[in-house]
């Protein structure tokens, strides 16, 4: 009999993460013994369990998924991390696997495609979409001068997440009910952007926001 392979789900969707686990579980071997709709509750389970592998969403309401990925990696760095968002991969992939994911997936793909992605992980290597690995292949060869360090790069990952809602025309009230935050903390997240970016204040952050969006979905 195959051991069986324990899975630990983290996503604030209940009504997702109940089909994702549906899904996960139609494969014999495989068996959710955990599932968290918060990062608190995910590194509650964490001290007592060992899963094998671990899906993540990366907007979860106390804090941003890809932290969780880093503190999980931090004091667990063999258990395999895949992400399952419904944040664009162009956007989020490469900043995933530099937290320490081994892969990234977006929730709207086929059931075949989503347990392919998982078990590619599992095996040990890496999974993004045949779109994002061409991307990060072009990004190795770039000449060095080409990839200095862009200011985006200094936004943090809830930061990431306001810029890109503000992109999709979303104003603060909207982010705030999205990732159940205050308006106020919204506001200060754009702030910060607005001064990590050198814009001179809301309409130039929206422009940005907007032109940067749409540079990423062409």
Not at 53 to 64: E, F, G
Not at 180 to 200: A, G
Request: hydrophobic share 40%; proline share 3%; no cysteine.
């Amino acid at each position: 009999m195959d051991t069986p392979v324990h899975f630990l789900v983290v996503d604030d969707h209940p009504v997702f993460r109940k089909g994702l686990i549906v899904l996960i579980e139609s494969i014999d071997t495989y068996k959710v013994t955990g599932q968290a709709g918060t990062v608190q509750e995910a590194l509650d389970y964490l001290a007592d369990s060992t899963p094998d592998i671990v899906l993540v969403d990366i907007s979860l309401p106390d804090q941003n998924g890809l932290d969780l990925v880093r503190t999980i990696k931090g004091s667990r760095p063999a258990i395999p991390i895949l992400i399952i968002s419904m944040h664009d991969e162009l956007i989020y992939a490469e900043r995933a696997l530099k937290a320490g994911a081994s892969g990234y997936i977006m929730k709207q793909e086929a059931s075949t495609v989503m347990l392919d992605a998982i078990e590619t992980v599992l095996e040990g290597r890496i999974y993004v979409s045949n779109v994002m690995n061409e991307r990060l292949l072009k990004t190795i060869f770039t000449n060095k001068d080409e990839k200095e360090i862009h200011p985006i790069e200094r936004l943090s990952e809830r930061e990431m997440e306001v810029l890109e809602y503000i992109g999709q025309g979303y104003g603060a009230s909207e982010i705030s009910d999205i990732l159940n935050l205050s308006v106020k903390t919204i506001n200060t997240y754009r702030d910060h952007i607005k001064e990590k970016l050198q814009l001179r204040g809301a309409a130039e952050v929206r422009r940005f926001a907007v032109k940067w969006f749409q540079s990423h979905h062409r």
